[in-house]
């Protein structure tokens, strides 16, 4: 890990300046963090709700990455519609390559979620903070991560270890939520873990079939076409 960002500056075509930055950025976000939730006891309110603040806003804008090609899938085959031909063939076969590049981001986009995840969890470990995370901001894009499902049933984060990660930063939390949240934000919260529990046991293996089946003929078509 400690090798990777001077790996990523011989990247081609790319800012090396900006690879850095967002390097440094991000390991020094980590040292506040996990310094923060060691000391919580002793550092002013105001410093630690600050740091869970831009913690919050970063699980919320990588949630957002790693669920917008499933959100966004769908469009070309309506626009796709109204044309004919070798014109409509060729959209269609450019809309299909397109999907199949988000589909990769995706994947990429949740395995970032998942490590930004297992560092939440290092950080939830004291209870300074965990008391801190105790509020519907939290339990909210937690629960959106683990059970939030697109319009065709599929899971917004299709990483089951994703979504497992999610739960168990959820676990540490909902334990200090008892003393600070309203009796109705508590019963929100366990309707739906329940609900969660129902679609992992029915409506979503029989979504994701359908979809992994999508993908699949997708990738068929595209070698065919290729």
């Known amino acids: 890990m ?27 976000l980590q040292i506040l963090a996990i310094s923060t939730g060691t000391y919580a006891e002793k550092l002013s309110p105001k ?13 919320k804008n990588l949630l957002s990455q790693a669920g917008v090609s499933i959100l966004s899938s769908g469009k070309d ?5 109204h044309e004919d031909g070798a014109d409509a063939e060729k959209k269609d076969l450019r809309g299909d390559e397109i999907k199949f590049c988000l589909l990769c981001k995706q994947h990429t986009a949740e395995l970032h979620l998942g490590d930004f995840l297992v560092f939440l969890r290092r950080v939830v470990s004291s209870k300074a903070i965990q008391s801190k995370m105790a509020s519907p901001k939290w339990t909210e894009v937690l629960l959106n991560i683990a ?52 679609d992992c046991m029915w409506e979503a293996p029989v979504a994701q079939a359908k979809h992994l089946i999508q993908i699949k003929e997708k990738v068929q078509e595209l070698k065919v076409q290729v």
């Open 47 to 59: 410093v630690v709700q600050s740091l869970l603040d831009l913690l919050c806003s970063q699980l």
């Open 147 to 198: 059970a939030q499902k697109c319009c065709s049933g599929v899971p917004l984060v299709g990483n089951l270890r994703t979504r497992l990660l999610a739960l168990h930063v959820l676990e540490a939390v909902l334990p200090a939520c008892e003393a600070s949240m309203e009796e109705d934000q508590m019963t929100t919260v366990v309707e739906r873990l329940f609900s969660l529990l129902s």
């Open 2 to 28: 400690l090798g990777q960002p001077l790996q990523l500056l011989q990247k081609p075509g790319v800012s090396q300046l900006s690879i850095a930055l967002k390097m440094a950025s991000t390991r020094l």
């Open 77 to 81: 085959k309506e626009d796709s519609k």
